[in-house]
């Protein structure tokens, strides 16, 4: 014969339901929250080993081949122009940016695209919470990679160009952190486009006509009267910015020094402030 099992308490008109209590600890949750699911997220996504790895090799093997080249082939300073052996890493880096910016522009586009995004708005509701924690997370991976790469590249190609100007303290500092700061926030800009877009291919070819279209529009402008249109394409297009890190300018004139990082920095938190406020607007 059973036992006769004692009668399930009952809970006020109202109340949650007294029989049961969550072992889950109910907190109030917070950007570290956000921030501990967006390096989940970036961290398990094959296409983010995939990108960066490919991103590793452009910059470490085409910069190691471009110092291997001009080793083998120079005999003297004078032979560089007074250059030093830093600025062979701007050809790796130049080509490696289109993997940052197509990992910038997943890292969000793709939820949209995806539908994964509901989830994470349900799970934190806050939406600018959201965008600043992958901001966060991202621009930190890619600074870091972009840090550890093209810092190994230098000194590889000035132990191996043994023919080139010694680099300064100052050369040392703006192509290494300087360049890997521009890199990842040309790589924020395009996460900050993907959220704008919603759309991963869309945002990727936005993103690839700003780094190329300028150069591109201006060795066509050959009308003199366009020369000062010409002149400015030149001088600002991302391509040079990046090359002024390396004191490679195609002009004299224009940006120079860490010019190109604050016009990156500006124009990023410009397009920043407008996907946080279209964020709020939009429906997910």
């Not at 880096?93 to 993997?99: E, I, P």
């Not at 965008?131 to 990679?145: D, G």
């Amino acid at each position: 014969m059973s036992t006769p099992q004692p009668p399930m308490p009952q809970a006020a008109p109202g109340a949650p339901y007294a029989g049961y209590t969550s072992p889950i600890p109910v907190v109030r949750t917070h950007l570290g929250h956000a921030l501990a699911s967006e390096w989940t997220k970036i961290k398990s996504v094959r296409s983010t080993m995939w990108t960066l790895g490919v991103f590793i090799l452009l910059v470490v093997g085409i910069g190691l081949s471009a110092g291997a080249l001009v080793a083998a082939n120079t005999s003297s300073e004078s032979d560089l122009g007074g250059e030093s052996a830093l600025s062979l890493g701007f050809f790796g880096l130049l080509l490696g940016s289109m993997c940052i910016i197509t990992l910038g522009v997943l890292t969000t586009a793709s939820e949209y695209g995806t539908g994964m995004i509901r989830t994470t708005m349900t799970a934190c509701p806050p939406r600018g919470r959201v965008l600043t924690a992958k901001a966060i997370v991202f621009f930190s991976l890619a600074f870091v990679v972009t840090l550890v790469a093209s810092g190994f590249v230098a000194f590889v190609q000035v132990g191996m160009v043994s023919a080139a100007r010694e680099p300064s303290g100052a050369e040392w500092l703006k192509g290494t952190v300087g360049v890997s700061l521009y890199i990842a926030l040309l790589g924020l800009l395009s996460l900050v486009v993907g959220s704008i877009v919603r759309h991963s291919a869309g945002a990727i070819t936005i993103m690839i006509a700003a780094v190329l279209a300028p150069l591109v529009i201006a060795m066509f402008m050959f009308a003199s009267s366009l020369e000062d249109v010409r002149q400015a394409l030149f001088e600002y297009s991302i391509p040079n910015q990046l090359s002024i890190f390396y004191a490679n300018s195609l002009s004299e004139s224009g940006p120079s020094g860490w010019d190109p990082l604050w016009i990156m920095l500006g124009v990023t938190a410009a397009a920043s402030a407008g996907a946080y406020a279209l964020l709020e607007k939009r429906d997910v």
